[in-house]
Nanobody, 121 residues
Framework: QVQLVESGGGLVQAGGSLRLSCAAS????????MGWFRQAPGKEREFVGA????????YYADSVKGRFTISRDSANNTVYLQMNSLKPEDTAVYYC??????????????WGQGTQVTVSS
């Protein structure tokens, strides 16, 4: 099992930045990629970005490309989603997920509890 705990969400004005954290524990060696998804009220869960580190491969949704960046602190088993130039349409609950690289939620077996991001206009 892999446990994922997210933090870092909050309220920010449009144009601002937030950094989400996803701390992983457990059998992390059983997964090779981390993904980020988001879900706004009344909408389906949406792919945001994903990254595999060996070999390095990164995917981002077109809606966040150039604004969001995935990184990690290997020593602390933590993955980050740096979000810059935030827009009101980025408002959603953000989830990190561990599994195999892909854009579909089905590629990920383990999920965090979600953290709310609200961007005011």
């Amino acid at each position: 099992q892999v446990q994922l705990v997210e933090s870092g969400g909050g309220l920010v004005q449009a144009g601002g930045s937030l950094r989400l954290s996803c701390a992983a524990s457990g059998r992390t060696f059983s997964t090779s990629a981390m993904g980020w998804f988001r879900q706004a009220p009344g909408k389906e869960r949406e792919f945001v970005g994903a990254k595999r580190w060996s070999p390095v491969t990164t995917y981002y949704a077109d809606s966040v490309k150039g604004r969001f960046t995935i990184s990690r602190d290997s020593a602390n088993n933590t993955v980050y989603l740096q979000m810059n130039s935030l827009k009101p349409e980025d408002t959603a609950v953000y989830y990190c997920a561990a599994g195999f690289l892909g854009r579909s939620p089905g590629a990920y077996a383990y999920w965090g509890q979600g953290t709310q991001v609200t961007v005011s206009s």
